[in-house]
């Protein structure tokens, strides 16, 4: 092994290799790999069905592949064997190694509408991981002032717009200390005037060094702040490469026609 090759080894934060997933008769995942250094920001786009959720899902402990290994760094390489359908018990202890490394925004922020904002941030570190409440509640104080909403700590969910909401969300997941962040279209379900300002807070994030993987349609976004991107389609990356690549010179038929038709969503032909 060559130093350059040591040296980017040991900036791994997570790889996947060979992820395979199949609902029912439908493989949804068919062999997909993904490597993610410190610090970097990953963006997967794909059309609808192409397995985007499922990945982040995968990486995150939510669903378990049928075949492939994770390895986030300074934890167990997990090793998703078919044998492990034989044995429930092993294969849920895998994919519970993960849940604690990376920490999931979704599409639909998914807040307890009956606690406040402030016990929605603090429900994982204090109630799940255990940490003290005084040391919780903050530095939960402290990361909602991060995205400017202070005075919101003791509102109900319902009393936020959209976008106060989604980046309650963001802090939430913050809050359980990950190693790494994965967004799912954290911005394609808000009225568009309130897309800019949950951005605006992801870029913010990347910009302070932490590492992510994020699903979005937002290519401008995705130029600005991705340092590789993933184009999937039907299962597998079908071309992945910098953003300039990806978005201005596409090598593959499947990826300009993907990105010709979200460019131009109205255009017909
Ligand atoms: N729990 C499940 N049970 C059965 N099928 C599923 C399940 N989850 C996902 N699928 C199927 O797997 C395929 C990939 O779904 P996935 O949600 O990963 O796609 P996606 O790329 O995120 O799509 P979108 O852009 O619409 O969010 C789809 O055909 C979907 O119907
Ligand atoms: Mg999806």
Redesign the pocket.
């Known amino acids: 092994m060559s130093r350059t090759d040591e040296a980017s080894t040991r900036d791994q934060l997570l790889t996947a290799r060979g992820l395979r997933?199949s609902?029912?008769p439908?493989e949804?995942?068919r062999g997909i790999d993904l490597t993610l250094h410190r610090g970097e920001v990953v963006v997967l786009i794909?059309?609808?069905?192409?397995?985007?959720?499922?990945?982040l899902?995968a990486l995150n402990g939510l669903?378990t592949p049928d075949a492939g290994t994770i390895v986030v760094a300074g934890g167990p390489d997990i090793d998703f064997a078919s044998t492990d359908a034989t044995r429930p018990k092993q294969k849920k202890q895998k994919r519970l190694a993960l849940r604690d490394r990376s920490a999931m925004v979704f599409?639909h922020h998914n807040l307890f509408p009956h606690l406040s904002v402030l016990e929605n941030v603090i429900e994982g570190p204090w109630r799940v991981q255990g940490r003290p409440k005084a040391e919780v509640v903050a530095e939960a104080r402290s990361l909602l002032a991060r995205v400017g909403l202070d005075d919101k700590a003791d509102a109900r969910p319902h009393q936020l717009s959209g976008g106060q909401q989604q980046r309650v969300g963001i802090v939430r997941a913050l809050a359980l200390r990950p190693d790494l962040l994965l967004f799912?279209?954290p911005t394609s379900a808000l009225d568009p005037e309130l897309v800019g300002e949950v951005l605006l807070v992801i870029k913010e994030l990347a910009d302070e060094g932490w590492s992510m993987v994020v699903?979005t349609h937002e290519l401008s976004f995705a130029r600005e702040a991705a340092d590789h991107v993933l184009f999937?389609d039907g299962?597998v990356v079908v071309e992945e490469g910098p953003p300039s690549q990806i978005f201005e010179t596409p090598q593959h038929e499947r990826t300009q026609r993907f990105l010709s038709r979200i460019l131009r969503p109205l255009d017909g032909d």
């Open positions: 997933k609902f029912g439908n949804v995942l794909g059309p609808s069905g192409s397995g985007k959720t499922t990945v899902r669903e599409q799912d279209e699903v999937l299962g």
